[in-house]
């Protein structure tokens, strides 16, 4: 079951890779893993990083995408990123902690881009 929803994560993440690229990003890496957690996408555009913690919801019996985001995530996320920051991609001075849910709504998905969840 687990490798399952990992498979379907996995999906979600390359659709929003790819709905990132057509607004202009550029992929950087996919599922960085430090000991905090895991960062699901990292972008680039116009000289910054992007760390992009993606969501999917099939439908809304457990809350929206938004929904998603706890503190508890959001603290994990943040101490992700600082990790990478101070190794892999200590060369950038400007980034965005962002989320992409991704919502099924009348048979439709719909991307919801939170750029800099933090401000």
Avoid: H
């Avoid at 890779?17 to 895991?38: C, H, I, R, W």
């Avoid at 600082?82 to 709504?105: C, D, H, P, R, T």
């Amino acid at each position: 079951m687990k490798s399952n929803l990992r498979s379907i994560g996995t999906g979600y993440e390359q659709l929003a890779a790819a709905y990132l690229v057509n607004m202009g990003f550029q992929m950087v890496a996919k599922n960085q893993y430090t000991p905090f957690g895991e960062v699901d996408i990292i972008m680039e555009k116009d000289g910054a990083l992007y760390f992009v913690e993606v969501k999917y919801r099939s439908n809304q019996n457990y809350g929206t995408a938004r929904d998603s985001i706890t503190s508890l995530k959001l603290k994990r996320l943040k101490k992700s990123v600082s990790y990478l920051l101070k190794g892999k991609y200590s060369g950038y001075n400007v980034y965005s902690i962002s989320f992409l849910g991704i919502e099924m709504q009348d048979k439709e998905l719909t991307y919801d881009f939170i750029d800099n969840i933090f401000s």
